[in-house]
């Protein structure tokens, strides 16, 4: 069993559609999180929830929504597709904020 | 907030020999150092981590030590191998955030 599944693992759409990335992990952690690994292979926060209540949200645009129906999924949400999305998106989880992370096989998004 | 700077970018090296990759942190309130690696197309993975109350930690040829003072800290890989190829990534933890360097991508050719 994949301990942090997303899915789809590559998407690719045109600009301007909205589209939506799902997380679940089956290791009973209370933390949830997605990163952006862009083109330079940099990775970097989105945000973070902790037992379905949102703890960071860096500077991301509000096109970008995530959503934890409970602690074992977390989905992102994006409105209005731009060509600077393009990006692997990486859902993780851990125990708790201080804990070893756990990343998904991420979902690579292609703007055309 | 956390700035984690990571150095070298490319390290290219021969199996057998050691590799070592250094980080420093700018957060005193940091306390948790994990390392990832990623192997192209793959997901980032946790290879070792160290918390600020210990100066070094090892697991068989890979190993960590941690300045708090000088607020840095380093992987030490020892007789390396073709499949240690693959990009290295720091990162310290201050609160419920990791803040990753900029990765370390690291050959190691036969």
């Known amino acids: 069993d994949t ?7 590559y998407l690719v759409t045109q600009m301007g559609n909205d589209k939506s990335i799902k997380c679940e992990q089956n290791l009973g952690h209370d933390t949830m999180y997605w990163y952006k690994q862009d083109s330079k292979k940099f990775l970097k926060i989105m945000f973070s929830y902790n037992n379905k209540e949102l703890i960071i949200n860096e500077t991301v645009p509000n096109r970008f929504s995530p959503k934890s129906p409970d602690k074992a999924h977390l989905n992102l949400h994006i409105n209005s597709l731009e060509l600077g999305d393009s990006a692997v998106y990486f859902c993780a989880s851990s125990l708790v904020g201080d804990q070893p992370q756990h990343f998904g096989d991420g979902t690579r998004l292609s703007i055309l | ?4 700077e990571q150095h070298p970018s490319t390290l290219s090296v021969q199996e057998g020999d050691s590799a070592v990759i250094k980080c420093t942190y700018s957060d005193s309130a940091s306390n948790y150092f ?8 793959k997901r980032p993975q946790l290879i070792i981590d160290i918390r600020s109350n210990v100066g070094e930690k090892k697991d068989q040829r890979i190993a960590v030590t941690l300045n708090k003072t000088a607020k840095h800290f380093s992987l ?6 073709p499949e240690d190829s693959a990009v290295y990534f720091c990162a310290g933890q201050a609160g419920t955030a990791l803040i990753f360097g900029k990765g370390t991508t690291l050959s190691v050719s036969s």
């Open chain 2, 76 to 81: 030490h890989i020892t007789e390396t191998q």
């Open chain 2, 1 to 4: 907030g956390e700035n984690v």
């Open chain 1, 3 to 9: 301990a942090v599944s997303q899915t789809p693992k």
């Open chain 2, 34 to 41: 994990p390392w990832y690696k990623q192997e192209l197309g």
